[in-house]
């Protein structure tokens, strides 16, 4: 199958659904974590989740290290969905990914999406959780992830094939999450709305206000029942919060163009969703 086919889970685009939501995992996560979110968010919303390489059923592919990289993929193959509204989910690195994809398709003279949600993530003017571990061999990796976040379970530690195949994108990830330098660019024009999780020992409220230097439109910030990870213990909440805030008659999208769905480039079934990340990072 091609990357395309494989960017964005599920891989078919459903056209009669009025908003559709990109995700973005946080590092080494993989796109099923938005799995139940697709339910829970239709019909007004469709969910797609976004699998750079070395992630999911991608696992195979050389990952990216850079969230330029991550970017101009998603850029590359942006779904063509016409005058309707999408807006963007990114937590922790998937929030910086998110927001330097709004950045990349605005200098491009593209839509824009119409709200930008982020959780469990610092602005990226802070820069990244110091001291930096993504270039220490794979044991000190290792151990500095889980003495940071404590997102790898123990079955997959104590599983070398499984720890093989997430290793070289967690890596990856946490690359160009050290490595990404921000940029003061313009504020954007839609609503940012932040989340954060009450127990989070890495990300603090006072932090993730200021989010609000992002954009010109409404902020508002939420705080949710969780740690660093609260979009798993609090799904129902978030997904609420996010339907609410996303709510906009049906009736005033058009319908689409009879035909315009054969262009569209999602061709996938829904039998991968079972998948399960394999771990917890930012």
Known sequence: MSARSNLFVPARLEINQGITLFCFPYAGGSPYLF????????????VLAVQTPGHGVRFSERPHSSIAAMV???????????DRPFAFYGHSLGAV???????QL???????PCHLFVGGARPPHY???????????????????????????????????????????????????????????APLDCPISAFA???????????????????????????????HFF????????TIEIKHRLRAPVSQIEDPVDGAEE????????????KQSLSRTP
């Open 72 to 82: 101009a993929e998603v850029v590359d193959n942006f779904p063509i969905i016409g």
């Open 35 to 46: 799995m139940d979110w697709v339910t829970k968010l239709q019909p007004e919303v469709q």
């Open 97 to 103: 990914i998110a927001l330097e994809l709004a950045r």
């Open 106 to 112: 605005r200098r491009m003279g593209r839509p824009q």
């Open 197 to 227: 999780g009450e127990s989070d020992p890495l990300v603090d409220v006072e932090a993730i206000s200021n989010w609000k230097s992002y954009t010109n439109a409404d902020f508002d910030l939420k705080i949710m029942r969780g740690d």
């Open 263 to 274: 262009g569209l480039p999602f061709r996938e079934k829904r039998t991968d969703w079972q």
């Open 127 to 185: 820069g990244p959780i110091e001291p930096h571990i993504h270039h220490l061999e794979d044991q000190g990796f290792l151990d500095g992830v889980q003495s940071r976040y404590s997102g790898i379970p123990a079955a997959v530690l104590n599983e070398p094939e499984l720890l093989a195949i997430l290793l070289p994108a967690l890596r990856a990830d946490f690359t160009a999450y050290e490595t990404y330098v921000h940029q003061p660019e």
């Open 231 to 238: 979009l798993r213990e609090s799904s129902e909440a978030l």
